[in-house]
């Protein structure tokens, strides 16, 4: 299983990125998937995250301003981020809790793609 982010970039303070993770492989399940970030000198925090059953959960600062979604059909969770402040400033790191050829669900990273926002 891999899953590929793509959709980071450079914006100024309050614009709009859209984040996408595509999960790819031998995929039997998916429980849930999301994004979590990484600044500078700072511990890696949950942002949002998305479970099969719909249950949602987004950290208090994105809350109103970020959009996470799930197209099971594609495997693919998105983030849609709007509102950016130079706070917003990190990598960004999907997973995916999922289940493969074997028994269990497993948790997958992708790459982390760079989110930086200017002021």
Not at 21 to 48: D, F, H, T
Not at 57 to 62: I, L, Q, R
């Amino acid at each position: 299983v891999q899953l590929q982010a793509s959709g980071g970039g450079l914006v100024q303070a309050g614009g709009s990125l859209r984040l996408s993770c595509a999960a790819s492989g031998s995929i039997s399940s998916i429980n849930a998937m999301g994004w979590y970030r990484q600044a500078p000198g700072k511990q890696r925090e949950l942002v949002a995250s998305i479970t099969s059953r719909g249950r949602i959960d987004y950290a208090d600062s994105v809350k109103g301003r970020f959009t996470i979604s799930i197209d099971n059909a594609k495997n693919t969770v998105y983030l849609q981020m709007n509102s950016l402040n130079p706070e917003d400033t990190a990598v960004y790191y999907c997973h995916g809790d999922i289940g493969g050829l074997g028994p269990g669900l497993y948790r997958y990273w992708g790459q982390g793609t760079q989110v930086t926002v200017s002021s």
